[in-house]
């Protein structure tokens, strides 16, 4: 049965302040055009045969679909990038919240997840009978656009080379971290960095390291980084802004604390560092752990040094992680993986998310067996 119109309701319609929006909203829609399928985003009135809320569980919005149903036959899916059945602190308000997406889950005709790990997640929470299907991010092309400027932005070019020309460092020892300071729900963000303070101090002792830190929080960065022994510049969150901290860094570190919140995570941010030419050092996520022989994972010590230390071994592991993620997260494959899950019959659970994957949808360690 063709999903004959499929349309998309994003929390957020704006795609600057929503990865989500942007990768698996507007990207996918594109990508469904190309196909010659009626995808958009969706706009009042409409009755579609598809509606996808995108991390939408309000219940306003859930009335609105259900009623949607009710009147047109619409199939209605949940889609999840995040666990937001869990908060570090046991609150009401993230109670209730919890409590408000069980009973979207349970509403809609089927659930997707970003990740194998966050759909274990939805089953234990609402129950084996649940549609729970797996779509992976693509590959988030424009994370970096350089046309993405905002007030302020042509200063932060001068800087950077200001910086980098004052904390002169051998190649291979520019470091970036770049990402949202983290959720008044779960840790992490910044705060994360200094759970490297003793490793990248003692890098920075045997050969001067810098590290550009591309985040949203000025004030927060301030406060944390003064406990850093090693010369950091930040840069306020822009597309621009990321485009020019790439093109002056070496390796990507990617550290993360474990927790429910974590373990869901797509390999977004990785894949991201990849694709624009970074080598990648981070603590191992589940969804890391299909890139353990391109990336340095949970070895801040010697890993990290050896792969600061050679240009050859970072080059090598861009050229493979980039080859892998291409053919197994480019849109088109992500694409057809999304339509084989709105396709699929009512009653027939779509076939796992393409031929490289397990029969439980997880990758293996190395289907492409590209060399270690």
């Not at 960065?221 to 990321?242: D, I, K, Q, T």
Request: with cysteine.
């Amino acid at each position: 049965m063709s999903a004959d119109s499929i349309r998309f309701w994003p929390h957020s319609a704006n795609p600057r302040t929503s990865a989500a929006t942007r990768i698996r909203a507007l990207q996918v829609i594109e990508g469904m055009r190309a196909l010659g399928r009626d995808a958009a985003m969706f706009q009042p009135g409409e009755r579609p045969s598809v509606l996808i809320l995108a991390k939408r569980y309000d219940e306003a919005s859930l009335a609105q679909a259900l009623e949607m149903r009710r009147q047109a036959g619409t199939r209605l899916w949940l889609d999840l990038c995040d666990n937001h059945f869990h908060a570090d602190r046991d609150a009401p308000k993230w109670r209730e919240r919890a409590e408000r997406l069980r009973r979207a889950c349970r509403a809609m005709d089927g659930v997707i997840t970003a990740s194998p790990t966050l759909a274990d997640i939805v089953r234990g929470e609402c129950g084996d009978a649940l549609r729970i299907c797996v779509v992976p991010d693509p590959l988030d092309r424009e994370a970096a656009s350089p046309a993405d400027r905002r007030r302020g932005d042509a200063i932060h070019p001068l800087r950077v080379r200001a910086f980098q020309a004052w904390h002169a460092v051998a190649p291979g020892r520019r470091l970036i971290w770049f990402g949202n300071h983290g959720a008044a729900y779960a840790g992490g963000g910044m705060e994360d960095i200094g759970r490297l303070r003793e490793a990248l101090a003692a890098h920075h002792r045997a050969a001067p390291l810098s590290m550009l830190v591309v985040s949203n929080r000025w004030q927060r960065y301030r406060e944390l980084s003064r406990a850093w022994p090693w010369p950091s510049l930040y840069l306020p969150w822009s597309g621009a802004n990321f485009a020019l901290a790439l093109r002056h860094s070496d390796i990507a570190v990617i550290p993360a604390q474990r927790n429910p919140f974590t373990l869901c995570k797509t390999n977004n941010r990785l894949a991201t560092a990849f694709m624009h030419g970074l080598a990648v050092a981070a603590d191992a996520l589940p969804s890391y752990e299909e890139f353990r022989d391109v990336a340095v994972l949970d070895d801040w010590q010697a890993g990290l040094g050896a792969l600061m230390a050679s240009p050859e071994e970072r080059a090598r592991r861009i050229a493979l992680a980039r080859e892998r993620l291409e053919q197994r997260y480019g849109l088109p494959v992500i694409v057809r993986r999304w339509l084989e899950v709105l396709d699929a019959p009512e009653q027939a659970q779509p076939r796992a998310p393409s031929s490289d994957h397990g029969p439980d949808g997880r990758m293996p360690a190395d289907p492409l067996n590209l060399p270690s």
